[in-house]
């Protein structure tokens, strides 16, 4: 099984059609993107119907979020050969279309998905804690479904040759020492790292870093600061042990061909076992 998660940042200049078709050539089961807005979803939706991807979901088909949803709105979709059944969880977070869950539907079993983009920090420093606040929430739970969580996660800043995390709660002083950053450095340290980290003790481990090691080193993300360009690894995948990931990669040949300012992340799976209850989901409408 595989998966391609990409942060396409609402179309970037258009490559909607140049997107799909390269994400195409992947062919993965199942596809999540952030960064969709509303005034392109049913474009990205002919294209990878195109593509044989028939269920599709996204943000905007929700009506509790057409109130305050616009053309330029920014959601999440995710697309799959197999069907796909909404999920009713719920995540506490302050603009909901910015997470989005489903059940996949496929030979491996029964599989929860869930796919986010967590807003900069720069202008939204309270709503940042709160999205990775209450997406912690919803996903530190025990799980009888394997699960996948992946996205544009806007961390870390950094991670160290020995595999040490710094978060956009710490900073580095001129000696080189890592600190906390004073006032909301602690509260912003600890809900990053809880995603980064705590995840893992609910069966939820970043798929990169278990496939590649500590020491891998690869930035989705180049942003530039002070006139200092940085890579950052933004994009992530994590998953339940049961779906053994045995390859993850960044593609970072569409990035360099500008279809987007993201590198997509690609994980392949060979399960080793997914339990099945289909009375359970039989309740929720197949998309």
Not at 26 to 47: C, F, M, N
Not at 74 to 81: H, L, N, V
Not at 107 to 129: E, L
Request: hydrophobic share 35%; glycine share 8%; net charge positive.
């Amino acid at each position: 099984m595989k998966l391609v998660s990409w942060n396409v940042m609402g179309g970037y200049g258009g490559h909607m059609s140049a997107q799909v078709e390269a994400l195409g050539e992947r062919k993965p089961d199942i596809i999540a993107l952030q960064e969709v807005t509303a005034g392109v979803s049913p474009i990205y939706r002919e294209h990878l119907q195109r593509h044989g991807y028939y269920s599709i979901i996204d943000s905007f088909q929700f009506a509790r979020y057409l109130t305050r949803l616009h053309s330029n709105s920014f959601g999440e979709m995710i697309a799959s050969r197999w069907p796909l059944i909404t999920s009713p969880i719920h995540f506490d977070v302050p603009w909901p279309e910015k997470v989005l869950s489903c059940f996949a539907i496929g030979p491996w079993g029964d599989i929860q998905v869930h796919t986010a983009h967590v807003p900069k920090g720069k202008s939204s420093d309270v709503r940042k804690i709160q999205t990775l606040e209450g997406i912690y929430k919803g996903l530190a739970i025990k799980s009888q479904y394997p699960r996948i969580f992946c996205g544009d996660l806007g961390t870390p800043q950094e991670e160290t040759a020995d595999g040490t995390i710094v978060t956009w709660g710490q900073k580095r002083k001129r000696t080189g020492e890592i600190v906390l950053q004073k006032y909301w450095g602690q509260k912003w340290d600890t809900w990053e790292r809880n995603i980064l980290e705590g995840l893992a003790q609910f069966d939820l481990a970043d798929a990169y870093r278990k496939v590649n090691g500590p020491q891998a080193r690869e930035y989705s993300f180049f942003e530039v600061e002070n006139g200092r360009r940085s890579g950052r690894r933004y994009d992530h995948v994590f998953a339940s042990a049961s779906l053994n990931p045995v390859e993850c990669r960044y593609l970072h040949g569409l990035r360099e061909r500008r279809l987007s300012e993201h590198s997509p992340i690609e994980a392949v799976f060979d399960p080793i076992i997914a339990q099945t209850n289909p009375s359970q989901l039989a309740a929720f409408p197949i998309r």
